[in-house]
C-alpha cells in the first residue's frame, strides 16, 4: 500500500493492517524461571548477549539467534540481585516485555512458561495451552470501573490455524503474584472462567498491549491447583517433565510460525 497523496500518516488501524500480511521476522520470548528458558536456548542454539541492551544495573538476560527466517530473542528477568532467585512474577514481567519491546520492535511476542492447571476445567498435568484471554485475580478495587481495570481482561492476539495445526488446549489465564490460592483469589478465578493460572501472563499482556504488539500465551500444566497433592510439592515434581513438553511444543510452534504473516496464525 502507498502513502495518502496528501503526505497524512498512516491511520493505526492501516498500520495494523499492513502489519498482518508482512511475514513475521522478529519474535521475542518472555520467560520467566532459568529452568524454562534453557531448553529452548539449548534446542535453537541461542547465544547470550555480552552486551546488555537494557539499562545498566538490570539483571535481564538476553538470548537471540536465527531460526530458518526467523530471528529469535529470548528474554529471560534473569535473578535477584539479593535474594538469588529467579526474577518471577507481574512486575518483572511487565518490565521485560515494555523494555524488549522499545529495544527489538519485535513483530510477535510469546510469554512462554509453566502454570497451574484446573481439573474441574479439564486441566491435566503435561497439558499445554495456547491461551485465549487474560485476566489478573489478585487486584481487587471495589469501585465502578476501577473494578473492571483491576480485572484487565483482554483477549490475546488469535491462532485459530496453530491451535488446530498443533492441536493444542486453549482456555482462559488468570495471573496473579502468588503461587498458592487465596479464598479471595479463588473467587476472582472462578469470575475469570480461567482453566489455568500464572503469575506473568496478563501482566506480559498489559504491557504488549500499550504499544499493540500481538502476543501469544503457551503455558504447561505443572500441578493440578484443585488437585490432591500440595501445589509447591507438585510443581517441583513435575518440573522437569513439563518444561520438556513445554519445549517441543515452542519448537513446533517455530515451525509453523516460519515464513507466515500474523493473518495466517
Not at 519485535?106 to 512458561?113: E, F, K, Q, R
Not at 522437569?240 to 509453523?256: C, E, P, R
Request: glycine letters at 8%.
Amino acid at each position: 500500500m502507498a502513502p495518502p497523496e496528501d503526505g497524512t500518516e498512516f491511520t493505526e488501524e492501516v498500520k495494523a493492517a499492513e502489519a498482518e500480511k508482512k511475514p513475521i521476522s522478529t519474535i521475542v520470548f518472555v520467560i520467566a524461571m532459568q529452568s524454562e528458558a534453557l531448553p529452548l536456548v539449548n534446542r535453537f542454539q541461542l547465544t547470550e548477549d555480552p552486551d546488555s541492551l537494557f539499562p545498566k544495573g538490570c539483571p535481564w538476560v538476553r538470548y537471540h539467534g536465527t531460526y530458518e527466517d526467523l530471528h529469535i530473542n529470548l528474554i529471560w528477568p534473569g535473578k535477584d540481585p539479593v535474594w538469588g532467585v529467579d526474577n518471577v512474577g507481574t512486575i518483572s514481567a511487565s518490565l521485560v516485555t515494555y523494555a524488549s519491546i522499545q529495544a527489538l520492535k519485535p513483530d510477535l511476542i510469546v510469554n512462554a512458561g509453566t502454570c497451574g492447571g484446573f481439573k474441574a476445567k479439564g486441566a491435566c498435568i503435561r497439558d499445554v495451552f495456547l491461551v485465549s484471554e487474560v485476566a489478573f485475580h489478585d487486584r481487587r478495587i471495589p469501585i465502578p470501573v476501577f473494578d473492571q481495570y483491576g480485572v484487565g481482561a483482554r483477549r490475546t492476539c488469535s491462532t485459530p490455524n496453530l491451535l488446530q495445526k498443533l492441536n493444542l488446549k486453549s482456555g482462559k489465564l488468570s495471573t496473579g503474584d502468588s503461587l498458592d490460592m487465596s479464598p479471595q483469589d479463588e473467587a476472582s478465578i472462578i469470575a475469570n472462567d480461567a482453566t489455568i493460572k500464572d503469575m506473568e501472563g496478563a501482566a506480559v499482556a498489559y504491557a504488549a498491549g500499550l504499544f499493540s504488539v500481538p502476543t501469544i500465551f503457551v503455558k504447561a500444566v505443572t500441578d493440578l491447583v484443585d488437585g490432591d497433592k500440595p501445589t509447591t510439592e507438585e510443581f517441583i515434581e513435575n518440573l522437569g517433565a513439563v518444561t520438556a513438553a513445554l519445549d517441543q511444543t515452542l519448537a513446533n510452534i517455530m515451525d509453523f510460525i516460519s515464513g507466515k504473516c500474523l493473518s495466517e496464525l
